[in-house]
């Protein structure tokens, strides 16, 4: 039995132990085995808008900047790690989708090494698409849920640009996808409520719209969707709702 100065040491000592990270006030430490790290269930592509990977990297691994992201991928196709994807990487920001918003905690982060005013190089995509297949694979990653920048952060953000080729991750599983001509959306529909329902915070028109032409049609311009436009939005939403 522990008597006079071992229990005055043990009690320091147990007084310098650090407490866990969220320790509740006043609540006692009692740590149980039964529990695992986050499971991310989006994946948030980026463009770097710089002119070379080196740069972006300098920004991505700058402690004063404090922004990062899980993977940056250059256009050569060379994929980086900085963040653990048990990890919440900083890249989304202030977001928005589906309800959802705090996006940093449930994605995973990648960056594409792009200026925003050319093409996805063709070893970049690659790369791209060998990671998402491992990512969902790892993580059973929803098709819906691999999204853009300017998805989740309308008001905010235009990335990955319009030239970046959403059809063809669709066509691996990564995203949604309706080939054209899509079926007439039925009378009634309305194309606010259709971009809610599809995820789009709609607080902003003009920015949810222009969003979903940046993803869908490879155009951004700022005009009420056409019906052609409203078609293609109903057979997203068809789609989506068929993998859920």
Known sequence: MLRGPALLLLAALAACAPLPTGQGSG???KPSPSF???RPNFVILHQTSNDNAATALATLTDPQRKVSAHYLIGRDGAVMQLVDEAE???HAGESWWG???DLNSASIGIELDNSGDEVFAEPQIVALLALLDELRTRYRIPAANFLAHGDI??????????MFPWQRLATQGFGLWCEAPPPVA??????MLGLQALGYDIAVAAAARQAF???FTASDVDTELT????ALLYCVLQKKGSRE
């Open 153 to 162: 952060a309308p008001t905010r953000k235009v990335d990955p640009s319009r």
């Open 227 to 230: 019906p052609g436009e409203q």
């Open 186 to 191: 039925p009378a009634g529909f309305d194309a």
């Open 27 to 29: 609540a006692l430490w």
């Open 36 to 38: 695992d790290q986050r």
């Open 213 to 215: 032409r940046r993803h």
């Open 99 to 101: 309800g959802s918003t």
């Open 88 to 90: 919440r990487a900083w």
